[in-house]
């Protein structure tokens, strides 16, 4: 039997107490406490429709697992039902159904661009985003964040130094860590001035924003130089990810994306969940309104107590900047009973240490009062 020390893991043990001294290291904590951390916006995890969906599936003989990949026998009802929904919930031409966001979002972008190609990122678009664009063929970009201006210019600067492929602009419509707004309506602009593709990943606007929870992106889908990433594991309380691509891009993507053809398809009984929350935002749109109502009153509320918040989102960032304070900070309200967690580098950037509190229907305006009256009482002093 190998010793239990052996310098065959030195090159892993050595990275942890850097990451401890940083105040980086993390672990796996369980549920406790009021949420103020999920994504679980509309709170369909656990809704009742959801549940009986899933067991009414079973109960008809639904499979658990697929059992292949969607081009062996993979391909089931549940996933063909599921995508036609999500085609005409959406106003897209197509849709096609992935395992998870992170997958999706690396799936297209190590498929679609092209060798000689563009791709222009926002720098605090998803990891998936950035993971992807790094593996894929194409040339890459960032540019600040939230800056049409500049994506116009790194594409014109592309352009004049002899680009002569197609460029595709990559965005999150809601952002995840500052909960702050792409200007959409610019981006189509320039992207229309340049013959460009549109990638957005509406993972955190799905299901809250738009009529009917259809995203911020419902204006413009069906446009052929768009292409939206709609995750299923956020506010529509599932796992996995429905993109909606133009016919062509939806058959190049079938014969020629990698993480498509190779993966297992997701379980039929996802599929079942997804579309039974599709169904949810059709008929109960006072979930969306009940939410944006608690949104009104989070901000109104940390206005008036003279806290700091760049979000006008269900997702309030509290800026603290260093490290270990915030995960005091996020230690010290977790003791009072709420669940908010502290988020660091490299999931946002250094010095931009925060809590990250996010605003979802398992709580209301009683339970929203008294985290922030504890936020105010344990930063009282500080300066922001």
């Not at 992170?102 to 678009?125: E, M």
């Not at 292409?227 to 993109?243: F, M, P």
Request: charged share 25%; hydrophobic share 40%.
């Amino acid at each position: 039997m190998s010793p239990i020390h052996s310098d065959r893991f030195d090159r892993y043990v050595s990275v942890l107490p850097a990451l401890k001294d940083d105040n980086r290291l993390r672990g796996l904590k369980p549920r406790a406490g009021v949420d103020f951390t999920s994504n679980d916006y509309l709170a369909l995890a656990s809704a009742p429709r959801m549940k009986e969906a899933v067991a009414a599936a079973l109960e008809a003989g639904t499979p658990i697992g697929a059992g292949g990949s969607r081009l062996l026998r993979g391909n089931c009802e549940e996933h063909e039902r599921l995508e036609a929904e999500a085609a005409r919930v959406f106003g897209a031409e197509t849709a096609l159904f992935f395992g998870g966001g992170y997958v999706a979002n690396f799936a297209i972008l190590t498929t679609l661009p092209q060798r000689g190609d563009l791709l222009v990122l926002d720098s605090l678009v998803h990891a998936s985003i950035h993971e992807g664009a790094r593996a894929g063929r194409a040339e890459f970009h960032t540019c600040a964040h939230n800056d049409p201006e500049a994506v116009e210019d790194t594409i014109r600067n592309w352009r004049e130094k002899g680009g002569t492929g197609r460029a595709w602009i990559v965005v999150e419509s809601l952002h995840s860590m500052d909960g702050d707004f792409a200007p959409l309506e610019d981006l189509i602009a320039v992207a229309n001035r340049y013959d460009a593709f549109l990638m957005v990943d509406e993972a955190h606007a799905t299901g809250v924003y738009g009529e009917r929870g259809r995203g911020l992106t419902a204006p413009y889908e069906g446009r052929d130089n768009l292409l939206v990433v709609h995750t299923c594991g956020k506010a529509l309380g599932a796992a996995g990810a429905l993109v909606t691509p133009s016919g062509v891009l939806r058959d190049f993507t079938v014969n020629r994306c990698r993480p498509f053809i190779f993966a297992t398809a997701p379980s039929p009984l996802m599929a079942v969940a997804v579309r039974q929350a599709l169904l949810i935002l059709q008929e109960e749109p006072e979930r969306q309104q009940r939410l944006a109502k608690l949104v009104a009153f989070t901000h109104r509320e940390i206005g008036l107590r003279g806290l700091r918040s760049s979000s006008g989102s269900q997702i309030v960032p509290y800026i603290v900047g260093d490290n270990a304070r915030a995960t005091r900070l996020a230690s010290a309200l977790q003791g009072r009973g709420f669940d908010i967690r502290g988020i660091r580098p490299p999931t946002v950037p250094e010095g931009a240490a925060r809590l990250r509190i996010s605003l979802t229907l398992k709580v209301g305006e009683e339970e929203v009062h008294a985290m922030l009256d504890a936020l105010t009482e344990e930063t009282r002093g500080w300066c922001q």
